[in-house]
Antibody
């Protein structure tokens, strides 16, 4: 059974750093595209970042240069290092798996999300 | 950057058909995915690659995509279909979500 479990969220002051983790089971993280998607309180979904199976990464303009996506193949875990955090980064952060070419890389599995609150 | 436009809200009478649109420049050339999100829950995939249903999604859910508009259709709407719905595509390596549509079942 595929499972994604995020952790690492919490309250952080503006300008601070936080690292989110997403522990995967039931599949191999390095064989799939893996993304972070966030949702500010009362707002819609916002795609944040992706790491392809080959290691290529992409970021939303809103986080480029501040966030870094990575994975640890030995731990089958996805990460999001978030630096220079701003109040507008406050959101529930979801990790999501993208299925392969035949499904158009849709997000077929999602974690339960972890809340990041940036406030002084 | 690529943008997807959805209506903020759609209302449908119980048992009738709801249609939620997703507009984007030449969206018909892209694979469109649709997600359902209920309050306090993670999104759930309901349609992938324009018109395909994942296992476990009722046949009442269908999708189409052509030109500049993709559409999610929900037939025989039920109270349990009340939720936020998001369309999503990939554009130049980056993910893009529509702003979301709140479906109300009257």
């Amino acid at each position: 059974e595929v499972q994604l479990v995020e952790s690492g969220g919490g309250l952080i002051q503006p300008g601070g750093s936080l690292r989110l983790s997403c522990a995967a089971s039931g599949f191999t993280v390095s064989s799939n595209y893996m993304s972070w998607v966030r949702q500010a309180p009362g707002k819609g979904l916002e795609w944040v970042s992706v790491i392809y199976s080959g290691g290529t990464t992409y970021y939303a303009d809103s986080v480029k240069g501040r966030f870094t996506i990575s994975r640890d193949n030995s731990k089958n875990t996805l990460y999001l290092q978030m630096n220079s955090l701003r109040p507008e980064d406050t959101a529930v952060y979801y990790c999501a798996r993208s299925d392969g070419y035949t499904s158009g890389w849709c997000f077929d599995y999602w974690g339960q999300g972890t809340l990041v609150t940036v406030s002084s | 950057s690529y943008e997807l436009t959805q209506p903020l809200s759609v209302s449908v009478a119980l048992g009738q058909t709801a249609r939620i649109t997703c507009g984007g420049n030449n969206i018909g050339s892209k694979n469109v995915h649709w997600y359902q999100q209920k309050p306090g829950q993670a999104p759930v995939l309901v349609i992938y690659r324009d018109s395909n249903r994942p296992s476990g999604i009722p046949e009442r859910f269908s999708g189409s995509n052509s030109g500049n508009t993709a559409t999610l259709t929900i037939r025989r709407a039920q109270a349990g279909d009340e939720a936020d719905y998001y369309c999503q595509v990939w554009n130049s390596g980056t993910g893009v979500f529509g702003g979301g549509t709140k479906l109300t079942v009257l």
